[in-house]
């Protein structure tokens, strides 16, 4: 389980990223934060492993506090939190298989890695992942050959090789067409529940939230103003959140919709 207890982060000109956020996310859960730019969403995943130091507050991860831990010992528990990024993060001159294990890397050491010699049990499971997602037939292929969705694929491998206990994932759909993004937010959705791992999505597509997990937090100026399920954003919640705007276009989901994302 995720804690987040009183999180808070002031920057030296005295704004406020996040207020005495509380968090508790079981194993398996997979959680929306959605919120407006300047919210405090990619500040907080970034604070849970210290990416951003938090000013203040607790983080833990089965009992584990990050906040409290020493640079070797922060080192060891980033390990269980695999990260997905945005634009990808791939090493692009590197192949697929490559950039998969290097999310081995808090394991095997430099040199092992910097020889690309990882043990045959890292090399079984890259594979394994691969074939998951769908990309074995790629494997030997350089990064900068892929689609977007093909980048994402492998950056969902790179952090899942990690064995990790959390997953935090920074607008993964953010550079992705439609359908791309529909399969992305599925794919990660499904892995979760298949390794039972807690997952933070920062997310900036409402409807696309909705359609797929199975709560949201809402953020602003960095304070909760909304946790639950889905169907409990409503239009007078939306514009708490963001501010006015015709909400209930945006959060409508007609049958030709569901459809689309059924067969997607």
């Known amino acids: 389980m995720l804690s987040l207890k009183s999180l808070t982060k002031t920057y030296r000109t005295g704004d406020k990223a996040l207020v005495s956020v509380d968090i508790?996310?079981?194993?398996?859960?997979v959680v929306?934060?959605?919120?407006p730019s300047g919210a405090g969403k990619s500040t907080l995943i970034r604070c849970i492993n210290?990416?951003?130091?938090?000013?203040?507050?607790?983080?833990?991860?089965?009992?584990?506090?990050?906040?409290?831990?020493?640079?070797?010992g922060l080192r060891r528990e980033r390990r269980r939190m695999g990260m997905?990024?945005?634009?990808?993060?791939l090493v692009e001159r590197l192949t697929?298989?490559?950039?998969?294990?290097?999310?081995?890397?808090?394991?095997?050491?430099?040199?092992?890695?910097?020889?690309?010699?990882?043990?045959?049990?890292?090399?079984?499971?890259?594979?394994?992942l691969l074939d998951r997602v769908g990309l074995l037939a790629m494997a030997d292929k350089r990064a900068d050959e892929l689609s977007g969705g093909q980048r994402q694929r492998v950056g969902i491998c790179r952090a899942l090789i990690q064995n990790p206990a959390l997953l935090l994932v920074d607008e993964p759909t953010a550079s992705l067409d439609p359908k791309t993004s529909r399969q992305i937010m599925r794919l990660i959705c499904e892995l979760c529940q298949e390794r039972g791992l807690a997952a933070?999505?920062?997310?900036?597509?409402v409807a696309l939230a909705q359609m797929?997990?199975?709560?949201?937090?809402?953020l602003q100026s960095g304070a909760i103003r909304f946790d639950g399920p889905p169907d409990g954003l409503s239009p007078d919640v939306l514009t708490e959140i963001y501010g006015e705007e015709d909400w209930q276009?945006?959060?409508?989901?007609?049958e030709d919709e569901d459809t689309e994302a059924a067969v997607a």
Request: no cysteine; aromatic share 10%; net charge negative.
């Open 32 to 35: 929306a934060l959605i919120g």
């Open 24 to 29: 508790d996310i079981p194993n398996g859960q």
């Open 96 to 128: 697929v298989m490559e950039n998969v294990l290097s999310g081995r890397l808090g394991y095997v050491g430099f040199w092992r890695s910097f020889l690309r010699k990882y043990p045959q049990s890292d090399i079984d499971e890259a594979f394994r």
């Open 50 to 72: 210290r990416l951003v130091e938090p000013t203040s507050g607790q983080v833990l991860l089965d009992d584990v506090d990050v906040t409290a831990l020493s640079s070797s």
């Open 249 to 254: 276009a945006t959060i409508r989901k007609d």
């Open 84 to 89: 997905i990024f945005q634009e990808y993060a």
């Open 212 to 218: 797929f997990v199975q709560r949201v937090i809402g």
């Open 200 to 205: 933070i999505i920062n997310i900036h597509d």
